[in-house]
């Protein structure tokens, strides 16, 4: 056999063996493990898409759910004031509840400050009798929450008192309060009758 015969055959003329036949060609078309290239590339790229596609879900679901996680703590918030303002609502009305009583106390207590000043002896039984009730009176709706305004003296301010008329004054400065007229009272911290005063004014 000669070394062309040989080579013909399948060697190539260095000796070596070219790998020929159906095995070969396989190998040419698939990858190392038997399988198509073709298919494997498809596979690959089905499984990014489905990958991708679940991240999307997941960040929408992540979306979702913090979306729910805030509406859930701005409801939380709101019920918190609801609740804090029904309990400051509540204590507004124990807190006053008795205005409308207090109100229509008030001008006994007046009548009883004219009564004291329509008695010219002030010494007398009448007198002490009468100064001893309206004390007693005044200290029942003290211990209540129901204080007097202080006005005499004062500046004047339109919050706590309320001018029915100026008068000249060379003894106090403009806008001072020189006579009560009717006391004011407070009840709690809440203004329910203004004083009724006379203000100064520039001669």
């Known amino acids: 056999m000669t070394a062309d015969n040989f080579c013909s055959n399948g060697n190539d003329k260095e000796g070596n063996i070219e790998p020929k036949g159906k095995a070969y060609d396989s190998m040419q078309k698939n990858g190392p493990d038997g399988e198509a290239q073709g298919e494997n590339k ?4 089905d499984n ?4 991708l596609d679940m991240s999307q879900i997941i960040e929408a679901k992540e979306k979702e759910i913090d979306n729910y996680k805030n509406k859930w703590l701005r409801t939380q918030a709101d019920l918190e004031n609801y609740r804090k303002r029904v309990e400051r609502d509540i204590q507004e009305i124990h807190k006053y509840a008795g205005e409308k009583l207090v109100k229509d106390i008030l001008p006994i207590l007046d009548n009883f400050e004219r009564a004291l000043s ?6 007398s039984d009448l007198y ?8 007693e009176f005044k200290r029942m709706l003290e211990k209540h929450g129901v204080k007097e305004i202080e ?3 004062k500046p004047f301010d339109p919050y706590y008192h309320e001018a029915i008329m100026t008068v000249e004054s060379n003894e106090h400065e403009p806008g001072i309060v020189v006579e009560v007229v009717r006391k004011g009272y407070m009840y709690n911290s809440k203004v ?8 100064s004014k520039n001669n």
């Not at 990014?48 to 990958?51: D, G, K, R, T």
């Not at 329509?118 to 010494?123: L, M, N, P």
């Not at 002490?128 to 004390?135: A, H, L, P």
């Open 118 to 123: 329509a008695i010219e002896d002030k010494e």
């Open 48 to 51: 990014m898409e489905q990958n």
């Open 192 to 199: 329910i009758r203004p004083s009724m005063v006379k203000v």
């Open 42 to 45: 498809g596979e690959i790229t």
């Open 151 to 153: 006005a005499l003296g």
């Open 128 to 135: 002490r009798g009468v100064e001893m009730i309206y004390e």
